[in-house]
């Protein structure tokens, strides 16, 4: 009985021993709640969005044409569509008023300039006083005014155009009587080198990326095939207070016969102003709605964050979100995301 205790003490040791090593292990089983997923860096890249709009084609020049008194009208020598140079007479009135106006005004004159003479002569002879020779001084003056007013309405009572191009619309027709400033002909300049203008509204987070001389291509549903360049070469400082639109012109860089005005053009304008931008694997996106997406990242490898972004293209197998919009040295989840949670703890597979 003496060689028995020695090995009953080995047995109780050694199975102490095994279930302690057991419960250990168990332990460790429980505890460790690290979820094992997938993660890549980003990747950046230069974007260039483009910003897209529609607009009205127009003439660069565009004027409405009047008289500049009122009056019966003479004759209209061009109709809408035809083309005109620069002082091409368009239009005119009836003189017969206007030239008996400007000849009352020469004898008006020509009286002033007589009764000036003599009562300088009546004062010279001290039969006169210097007051009627200072208010015949006068009367010639306004005499004088009068024929000039005259003469100068003569002058406007045609219509001469001030530049080389087309008459877009014609008002009124011979014989009608006009009053002044009342419209006649609009008329738009055509035919030369950045004379065909298009104008359109674009938002205000869009209106920052574009500046003078940025490309642009320009689409219409007339020529739906065909594609025409054109550069920025107008940008409003402020918006339209109706639209909440900021106003931008572009003008085609040669004149196009086959244009007409008021065509509705498809506008894509390539900003200078390139974004700075993430590209993230699709297989990253946990829940999407518009152009939102959420996904989850790490920035020290053990612990998830969530954050909800603002896309900025979708394509293929990625999308994009402003370089901005992300924390700098961060590892996006691509494999596991949908089983995450907020502030999980992760291990990342190599």
Do not use: W
């Amino acid at each position: 009985m003496k060689h028995t205790y020695p090995i009953i003490l080995f047995v109780t040791l050694f199975s102490t021993i095994s279930c302690k090593q057991e419960y250990v292990t168990q332990t460790q089983s429980v505890t460790s709640t690290a979820k094992n997923v997938r993660a890549v860096k980003l990747q950046s890249m230069v974007q260039i969005e483009p910003v897209t709009a529609t607009g009205t084609l127009l003439s660069k020049e565009e004027v409405v044409l009047s008289f500049k008194i009122g009056g019966i009208v003479n004759s209209l020598n061009v109709n809408v569509g035809e083309s005109i140079i620069r002082n091409q007479q368009l239009g005119s009135l009836n003189l017969s008023e206007i030239n008996a106006q400007v000849v009352g005004a020469t004898n008006a004159y020509d009286k002033s300039v007589r009764d000036l003479e003599r009562a300088t002569n009546l004062y010279r002879d001290t039969v006169g006083t210097l007051e009627q020779q200072q208010n015949a001084k006068t009367a010639k003056e306004i005499a004088n005014s009068n024929l000039d007013i005259a003469r100068f309405n003569r002058r406007f009572s045609v219509i001469n155009t001030p530049v080389k191009g087309k008459v877009l619309q014609r008002y009124v027709d011979v014989g009608q009587l006009v009053s002044p400033g009342q419209p006649i002909y609009r008329v738009g300049s055509a035919g030369t080198r950045g004379s065909q203008t298009i104008r359109l509204g674009i938002a205000d987070k869009d209106i920052v990326k574009i500046i003078l001389k940025d490309s642009a291509t320009i689409r219409f549903d007339a020529f739906a095939k065909a594609e025409y360049n054109a550069i920025v070469t107008e940008i409003s400082q402020a918006a339209n207070p109706k639209t909440g639109l900021f106003e931008v012109e572009l003008t085609i860089d040669e004149y196009r016969q086959e244009l007409k005005n008021g065509f509705i053009g498809a506008v894509s304008i390539k900003p200078s102003l390139s974004l700075s931008t993430y590209k993230i694997p699709m297989n990253a996106l946990v829940e999407g709605k518009q152009n939102k997406a959420s996904i989850f990242y790490t920035e020290d490898d053990s612990t998830v964050k969530y954050l909800e972004v603002e896309v900025l293209n979708f394509v293929e197998d990625f999308f994009t979100v402003a370089a901005d919009a992300l924390p700098k040295q961060i590892k996006v989840i691509t494999e596991g995301a949908p089983y995450l949670a907020k502030n999980d703890s992760i291990n990342i597979a190599q």
